[in-house]
């Protein structure tokens, strides 16, 4: 088929890698135009630009799809269908009826659970015991079009966002190269009214940890929020992200440290840490965190 396909961050590379391997044509990539990145702050670009540029794809950026030059060069391009993976921009109508079979959104979660910007990270923040991807046929609302196709998969006990992101990001591939292949003969699936939730964009302001919560919760939040923006406490005046976790035995006040392996009381139960990052150095494991900067039992987080 002749594809556009329009994605931005890691999480959409391999879709695009598995529809170049899968033999389909790729008539242009579409992605956010390149922003200011790294220490001098010059202009990168994403990930899909870069990796389609390596492809020696053709790559558009427009800053918006609204107007109708934009629109018009987007309908020029013939395509059978256009696949949509974590995009960034909002697709006017004009763009979602100019392909011969619309166009396709690969979302990371079981529809119409978590519609919206941050799917991944609410889910294990929520503390959901399965996940998965769906492939939707687009139309004007936020997540709101049929399903074609999806796959569920299981949340593990200590899975961080990363972790989850990566495997929805590889089944997602999978099942966009299926959805393709058996598209003619799939029945679109209206969504249920009921079971809609939001999942609403990751605010920074979310991410400092209470340790008057109760131990399951603040795990959640640490695996959840791992490793952006990456939740955090302070150790001796010093901002520290946390991210990893588990749930652990003990009770104590919260915020204690209760052994020397970074067991740290909550307001029922304990967790773990398991991953930390102090400002300026890279993440460590609890041994040697602690070599560096030691916390011992009975100090308060």
């Not at 390596?54 to 018009?72: I, W, Y």
């Not at 009770?251 to 400002?279: I, K, M, N, S, Y």
């Not at 993440?283 to 560096?292: C, E, K």
Request: a negative charge.
């Amino acid at each position: 088929m002749r594809i556009i396909f329009m994605g931005t961050p890691d999480f959409s590379v391999p879709v695009l890698d598995a529809l170049v391997e899968s033999g389909h044509e790729i008539a242009a990539v579409y992605c956010q135009p390149p922003r200011p990145a790294g220490r001098g702050k010059k202009d990168r670009p994403a990930p899909v630009h870069a990796r389609a540029a390596d492809l020696g794809l053709e790559v558009r950026h427009p800053v918006s799809l609204k107007g109708e030059e934009e629109q018009g060069a987007f309908a020029g391009l013939n395509a059978d269908v256009a696949v949509v993976v974590a995009y960034g921009l909002i697709l006017p109508q004009a763009i979602l009826d100019a392909p011969r079979h619309g166009c396709l959104n690969i979302h990371a979660s079981l529809l119409p659970r978590w519609r919206g910007a941050a799917p991944i990270h609410r889910a294990i923040m929520a503390g959901d015991a399965e996940t998965g991807v769906c492939i939707m046929q687009m139309e004007a609302g936020l997540d709101t079009g049929p399903v074609l196709l999806r796959e569920a998969t299981a949340i593990s006990a200590e899975e961080t966002t990363a972790q989850l992101h990566d495997r929805l990001s590889e089944m997602g591939a999978g099942l966009i190269v299926e959805a393709l292949r058996r598209l003619p003969e799939l029945t679109p699936e209206v969504q249920p009214g009921d079971g809609v939730t939001y999942a609403e964009k990751i605010d920074k302001a979310e991410a400092q940890i209470d340790w008057s919560r109760p131990a399951a919760e603040v795990d959640r939040k640490i695996r959840g929020l791992s490793p952006f923006p990456g939740a955090w406490c302070e150790i001796e005046g010093q901002r520290v992200k946390l991210l990893a976790s588990r749930i652990a035995e003990g009770q104590g006040v919260p915020g204690e440290v209760l052994d020397d392996a970074l067991t740290v009381a909550c307001g029922a139960g304990a967790v773990q840490l398991l991953r930390l990052q102090r400002a300026g150095k890279s993440a460590q494991d609890p041994d040697v965190f602690l070599r560096g900067f030691p916390v011992p039992k009975g100090r308060r987080l």
